[in-house]
């Protein structure tokens, strides 16, 4: 077994505490909840919203998303996720061809008691501020449907039905 012990740890310039995680903000948000969408509208997801303070306009702030549920109330409808900084949706793609809605995440929604869509991500993001930055998951489904967040879009009233969780986490990172 290895064991390194370092004191700080410097660039070639001589910055210190690069890298280092400097503080973390965290949400899990647990309540069953629905939302209906239409003409691929970012709405956002209520619960999942943090909010952290840079200390220093290097800073970076690495985002990490998980969702425990995701699901549509029509069949096989596509459905999205991204972040949203502020008031502007970050972590997304950015292809300029045609009206395609970008997002950070995209999956197939089933109106199943199968929980099928997890979605999951990291984004590291630069908001060069020492100003509070609050983060938001926002959710989209084409046409007009209901997206289920923190359960299955079937049978939804049950008690037998599967809920679960999901959360979003801020980590400040030294840069």
Same mark, same amino acid.
């Given at each position: 077994?290895?064991?390194?012990?370092?004191?700080?740890?410097?660039?070639?310039?001589?910055?210190?505490?690069?890298?280092?995680?400097?503080?973390?903000?965290?949400?899990?948000?647990?309540?069953?909840?629905?939302?209906?969408?239409?003409?691929?509208?970012?709405?956002?997801?209520?619960?999942?919203?943090?909010?952290?303070?840079?200390?220093?306009?290097?800073s970076k702030i690495l985002v990490s998303v998980t969702m425990g549920g995701l699901e549509s109330s029509g069949l096989n409808q596509r459905l999205?996720?991204?972040?949203?900084?502020?008031?502007?949706?970050?972590?997304?793609?950015?292809?300029? =061809? =045609?009206?395609?809605?970008?997002?950070?995440?995209?999956?197939?929604?089933?109106?199943?008691?199968d929980i099928k869509n997890q979605p999951s991500f990291t984004h590291l993001d630069s908001p060069s501020t020492t100003s509070s930055v609050t983060?938001?998951?926002?959710?989209?489904?084409?046409?007009?449907?209901?997206?289920?967040?923190?359960?299955?879009?079937?049978?939804?009233?049950?008690?037998?039905?599967?809920?679960? +969780?999901?959360?979003?986490?801020?980590?400040?990172?030294? +840069?």
């Open positions: 077994m290895s064991l390194l012990k370092v004191d700080d740890i410097h660039t070639r310039a001589g910055t210190s505490n690069r890298g280092h995680i400097l503080q973390v903000a965290s949400t899990t948000f647990t309540t069953s909840v629905a939302y209906s969408i239409s003409g691929m509208t970012w709405t956002e997801v209520t619960g999942l919203t943090t909010t952290i303070t840079p200390s220093s306009t290097n999205g996720v991204c972040l949203r900084r502020n008031s502007t949706n970050i972590a997304k793609n950015t292809d300029s =061809g =045609g009206n395609h809605t970008k997002a950070s995440w995209a999956g197939i929604g089933s109106n199943s008691n983060y938001r998951v926002m959710i989209t489904t084409e046409g007009s449907y209901t997206l289920y967040v923190n359960r299955s879009s079937s049978n939804a009233s049950s008690s037998s039905v599967f809920k679960t +969780a999901s959360s979003l986490t801020l980590y400040e990172v030294a +840069a």
